[in-house]
T-cell receptor, first 116, second 110 residues
Framework: GAVVSQHPSRVICKSGTSVKIECRSL??????MFWYRQFPKQSLMLMAT?????????EQGVEKDKFLINHASLTLSTLTVTSAHPEDSSFYIC????????????FGSGTRLTVV | KNEVEQSPQNLTAQEGEFITINCSYS?????LHWLQQHPGGGIVSLFM???GKKKHGRLIATINIQEKHSSLHITASHPRDSAVYIC????????????FGAGTILRVKS
């Protein structure tokens, strides 16, 4: 149980275009989702906290207008990378707290974004 | 200095060996997580613990709150255990956000 489905797993896009990444909680309601970015051989860094029905909370240094987060329902959060640049190429992964779970958090399978 | 320090950074073991990965943290946490990340990138949460010890199959996680230290043990290691193991603390100081260690790259040879 407590699965977060993330799509797409891999995307290649051209510079200047926008890319949307979806995270969906399949068997539970997630009022909060977390979006992370991971550079090669580095650990995960929290980008923003997505809250259902309200604005996302962004970490310091993360551009709100570049990384648009929408948490439209209790089961869906989206991250849109706008005007993508090669520097945005990275691994993006979402996570949600498991309600009453003994393992704490469940993670999406991640999205490998390559901007060419 | 990262609030969460892991050691070793890289670990190569022979199949069947007992493996220990260590994690230390600098300030108080409400819980500590052990995660497994496979080469494709997907992350699996192995344990969340705030005291004592937990066991799941061949995996054992322990935490010593006073010493601010946690260990992940793998008994009878197998090549399929090869992955990156990450500890992450839920720090009260940071509004209960997860702060991740750099990870330990484990390779188990057959």
């Amino acid at each position: 149980g407590a699965v977060v489905s993330q799509h797409p797993s891999r995307v290649i896009c051209k510079s200047g275009t926008s890319v949307k990444i979806e995270c969906r909680s399949l068997d539970f309601q997630a009022t909060t989702m977390f979006w992370y970015r991971q550079f090669p051989k580095q650990s995960l860094m929290l980008m923003a906290t997505s809250n259902e029905g309200s604005k996302a909370t962004y970490e310091q240094g993360v551009e709100k207008d570049k990384f648009l987060i929408n948490h439209a329902s209790l089961t869906l959060s989206t991250l849109t990378v706008t005007s993508a640049h090669p520097e945005d190429s990275s691994f993006y992964i979402c996570s949600a707290r498991v309600p009453g779970g003994s393992r704490g958090y469940t993670f999406g399978s991640g999205t490998r974004l390559t901007v060419v | 200095k990262n609030e969460v320090e892991q050691s070793p950074q890289n670990l190569t073991a022979q199949e069947g060996e007992f493996i220990t990965i260590n994690c230390s943290y600098s300030v108080g946490i409400s819980a500590l997580h052990w995660l497994q990340q496979h080469p494709g990138g997907g992350i699996v949460s192995l344990f969340m613990l705030s005291s004592g010890k937990k066991k799941h199959g061949r995996l054992i996680a322990t935490i010593n709150i006073q010493e601010k230290h946690s260990s992940l043990h793998i008994t009878a290691s197998h090549p399929r255990d090869s992955a990156v193991y990450i500890c992450a603390g839920l720090f009260m100081e940071y509004g209960n956000k997860l702060v991740f260690g750099a990870g330990t790259i484990l390779r188990v040879k057959s």
